[in-house]
């Protein structure tokens, strides 16, 4: 809706900016968020107070993303066609198959939005297709592939990685 009412009439980029993070905080409190990072050398990170920042700057730094390569026909659907490719087949190969649907259906999407998009494009996605596609691939994302182990999963994969080094 942020992106449909920027392409209506000029908001101001302080304010789409603040309307990210507030949205993205919602996402947050409904549960949509990156509460470890697996870090090489160190492991499974628990983020705790750090989730918050860390998710908001994931979800509006990929809205923001996805609308700033918007310059250039067929590029940010392109390139959002590909990255959310990607993630299916991880969600698909850790076990997240309802979430790789979604994904899927994001890609077929994209890829009929590429058919018109293309050099010389017919029509243009605007911050409202720009918006929704990086808000869906990060929230997809979280889902998918942050939420992909739950946290037992995670401690025993841990756990097996200490062991094998020991």
């Not at 250039?72 to 066609?81: E, K, P, Q, T």
């Not at 990607?86 to 009929?112: D, H, M, N, Y």
């Not at 592939?145 to 080094?165: M, N, R």
């Amino acid at each position: 809706m942020l992106g449909f009412l920027d392409d209506l009439q000029e908001l101001s980029p302080r304010f789409r900016l603040v309307c990210q993070l507030a949205i993205a905080a919602l996402v947050w409190q409904n549960g949509v968020r990156i509460d470890a990072l697996n870090v090489p050398g160190l492991g499974l990170v628990h983020l705790g107070l750090l989730s918050l920042p860390i998710t908001l700057l994931w979800i509006a730094g990929l809205v923001n993303a996805i609308n700033w390569i918007d310059g250039l026909d067929g590029l940010a659907s392109g390139v959002s066609a590909i990255s959310t490719l990607i993630t299916a087949g991880i969600c698909l190969f850790i076990g997240e198959p309802s979430v790789a649907l979604l994904a899927l259906c994001l890609v077929g999407s994209l890829c009929g939005f590429l058919l018109y998009n293309f050099n010389p494009a017919c029509i243009f996605m605007g911050d409202g297709g720009s918006y929704f596609i990086g808000f869906m691939l990060a929230a997809i994302s979280i889902v998918g592939l942050v939420k992909g182990y739950d946290a037992g999963d995670c401690f025993a994969l841990a756990q097996a990685q200490v062991s094998f080094c020991c």
